[in-house]
């Protein structure tokens, strides 16, 4: 199977060759050192960037990449008031080089990696999130939620606030609504194999919004999206896939995002306690699941803790339904590189081989 084939046939719940792996990025230095190469040696921007994280990337043996879409909604769009849209960076835009630029600069790279062997994902803020970047999470979750004070979010997920009073809110989330479409239907264009709807909705320890503000005010907006997916082609001729992306305690949102029509949920979070082996069992074949690899386990454990626990999820991915990669999405700076090419090297007990550096370019222990 190609890492593309790979992909497909894993979120879809079916067995693949092997269990894929998965990032949204890889930041150039963390390529550089995957490389054997000094931080100076990382290129500007542009083609001499893509190419080289193209190649940690196949030293890895990463069977799908992201690209994280920057301003790219209708020309003089924004919302009204305090906080406008005007020249706010988008989701994860501040991991990326030229992130938050003009729309060429992400649509490039989405050219770059289109039609290849690899599965490509383009990131886009959801309804939520983009209104969350664009007027701040407090005024955000303030319109959103309605009667409750921002600053008392924390209490929602212990049941002692009252449900929220109808808000007008509907205006901002329809514009952020339109900018995720216009996106989407860009990044299709430039060759997108499937999209990312990125909308944090939760932290480790519960929801940042109550379930029922979710499911009435979110949920009719994800389903739009998977709707307007469902009716697209990508350059391949497939329909594109649609995850979810929330870190944090969503297990009670599964059903949910289910039920939305979404192929995939990314992050699975382990301090969330949003464990990819044990969710694997329970909805492979209805909704695949990428992530599961615990960020503070890569930079602070040992290899061998490291490969343990990718061996572990790896066992339970045979079956189907999952693709691995890191919980964040992106490979955190900084991280050792023995510990992330141990985490990547666990997955050949799925029947996969990642390849390793030359001797002469492995980097020191």
Same mark, same amino acid.
């Not at 542009?46 to 069977?63: I, K, M, S, T």
């Not at 999952?322 to 510990?339: A, H, R």
């Given at each position: 199977?190609?890492?593309?084939?790979? %992909?497909?046939?894993? $979120?879809? *719940? +079916?067995?693949? #060759? @092997? /269990? !894929?792996?998965?990032?949204? &990025? =890889?930041?150039?230095? %963390?390529?550089?050192? $995957?490389? *054997? +190469?000094?931080? #100076? @040696? /990382? !290129?500007?921007?542009?083609? &001499? =960037?893509?190419?080289? %994280?193209?190649?940690?990337?196949?030293?890895?043996?990463? #069977?799908? /990449?992201?690209?994280?879409?920057?301003?790219?909604?209708?020309?003089?769009?924004?919302?009204?008031?305090?906080?406008?849209?005007?020249?706010?960076?988008?989701?994860?835009?501040?991991?990326?080089?030229?992130?938050?630029?003009?729309?060429?600069?992400?649509?490039?790279?989405?050219?770059?990696?289109?039609?290849?062997?690899?599965?490509?994902?383009?990131?886009?803020?959801?309804?939520?999130?983009?209104?969350?970047?664009?007027?701040?999470?407090?005024?955000?979750?303030?319109?959103?939620?309605?009667?409750?004070?921002?600053?008392?979010?924390?209490?929602?997920?212990?049941?002692?606030?009252?449900?929220?009073?109808?808000?007008?809110?509907?205006?901002?989330?329809?514009?952020?609504?339109?900018?995720?479409?216009?996106?989407?239907?860009?990044?299709?264009?430039?060759?997108?194999?499937?999209?990312?709807?990125?909308?944090?909705?939760?932290?480790?320890?519960?929801?940042?919004?109550?379930?029922?503000?979710?499911?009435?005010?979110?949920?009719?907006?994800?389903?739009?999206?998977?709707?307007?997916?469902?009716?697209?082609?990508?350059?391949?001729?497939?329909?594109?896939?649609?995850?979810?992306?929330?870190?944090?305690?969503?297990?009670?949102?599964?059903?949910?995002?289910?039920?939305?029509?979404?192929?995939?949920?990314?992050?699975?979070?382990?301090?969330?306690?949003?464990?990819?082996?044990?969710?694997?069992?329970?909805?492979?074949?209805?909704?695949?699941?990428?992530?599961?690899?615990?960020?503070?386990?890569?930079?602070?454990?040992?290899?061998?803790?490291?490969?343990?626990?990718?061996?572990?999820?790896?066992?339970?991915?045979?079956?189907?339904?999952?693709?691995?990669?890191?919980?964040?999405?992106?490979?955190?700076?900084?991280?050792?590189?023995?510990?992330?090419?141990?985490?990547?090297?666990?997955?050949?007990?799925?029947?996969?081989?990642?390849?390793?550096?030359?001797?002469?370019?492995?980097?020191?222990?």
């Amino acid at each position: 199977m190609t890492g593309y084939e790979r %992909v497909r046939v894993a $979120l879809g *719940g +079916r067995p693949p #060759d @092997r /269990v !894929p792996v998965g990032e949204f &990025a =890889l930041p150039p230095t %963390v390529a550089t050192g $995957l490389l *054997g +190469r000094g931080a #100076d @040696r /990382v !290129p500007g921007g542009g083609l &001499a =960037l893509w190419q080289l %994280v193209e190649e940690a990337v196949r030293l890895l043996g990463l #069977d799908a /990449v992201g690209v994280i879409a920057g301003e790219g909604g209708p020309a003089g769009e924004g919302f009204a008031g305090e906080g406008g849209l005007a020249g706010r960076a988008l989701w994860g835009d501040e991991g990326r080089p030229g992130g938050g630029l003009a729309g060429a600069v992400w649509l490039g790279e989405l050219g770059y990696w289109a039609g290849r062997d690899l599965f490509v994902w383009v990131v886009v803020d959801g309804p939520w999130q983009g209104l969350a970047r664009a007027a701040g999470w407090a005024q955000a979750m303030t319109l959103v939620s309605g009667r409750y004070a921002a600053e008392r979010w924390q209490h929602l997920h212990a049941g002692d606030l009252e449900e929220p009073e109808v808000a007008e809110v509907e205006g901002p989330l329809l514009i952020q609504l339109d900018r995720s479409l216009a996106q989407v239907a860009r990044a299709l264009e430039a060759g997108a194999d499937g999209v990312v709807l990125g909308e944090d909705v939760a932290y480790a320890g519960g929801l940042f919004l109550a379930p029922s503000v979710i499911e009435e005010r979110l949920w009719p907006l994800w389903r739009e999206v998977v709707r307007y997916c469902a009716g697209a082609r990508t350059a391949r001729g497939d329909r594109p896939l649609v995850c979810f992306h929330s870190d944090g305690k969503i297990e009670g949102l599964l059903p949910l995002i289910r039920d939305a029509g979404f192929d995939a949920v990314h992050s699975l979070e382990p301090e969330a306690g949003m464990d990819a082996a044990r969710l694997v069992g329970r909805y492979r074949g209805q909704l695949g699941l990428w992530g599961g690899l615990s960020v503070d386990l890569l930079v602070r454990g040992t290899p061998d803790e490291i490969a343990a626990e990718a061996e572990r999820l790896a066992r339970a991915g045979i079956p189907g339904g999952l693709m691995l990669g890191t919980c964040s999405g992106v490979v955190p700076e900084g991280v050792p590189i023995t510990n992330l090419l141990a985490a990547y090297r666990a997955t050949a007990v799925a029947g996969g081989e990642v390849r390793s550096p030359p001797e002469e370019d492995r980097p020191p222990s």
